[in-house]
């Protein structure tokens, strides 16, 4: 069946890195654009990073652009999100997203806190 499964959240202080991988199977990675999304209580989840199929391209949210780098490895299966010069205000759960015109496959997500 289909499993994204996060890994790599947990507490860091401001200023820190995480680095955060989301494995993938029972589907053909290859041919999916990945994304990561949060979703802080309170508020509506939004895009965080997303890559192409091939990792050709990506994009990422304003807030984080110039921070957080998002990369594949379609060998792996397997997309990551470096996270560096975090902020309290990244504090949130953390979605991996595979997506094709046909198909939209979630996470279970993993909990990102930013806090002295």
């Known amino acids: 069946q289909v499993q994204l499964v996060e890994s790599g959240g947990g507490l860091v202080q401001p200023g820190g890195s995480l680095r955060l991988s989301c494995a993938a199977s029972g589907f053909t990675f290859s041919r999916y654009a990945m994304s990561w999304y949060r979703q802080a209580p309170g508020k509506e989840r939004e895009l965080v990073a997303g890559i192409t199929s091939v990792g050709g391209s990506t994009n990422y949210g304003d807030s984080v652009k ?7 490895d379609n060998a792996k299966k397997t997309v990551y999100l470096q996270m560096n010069s975090l902020k309290p205000e990244d504090t949130a759960v953390y979605y991996c997203n595979a997506r094709t015109q046909w198909n939209d496959y979630w996470g279970q997500g993993t909990q990102v806190t930013v806090s002295s």
């Open 66 to 72: 110039g921070r957080f780098t998002i990369s594949r």
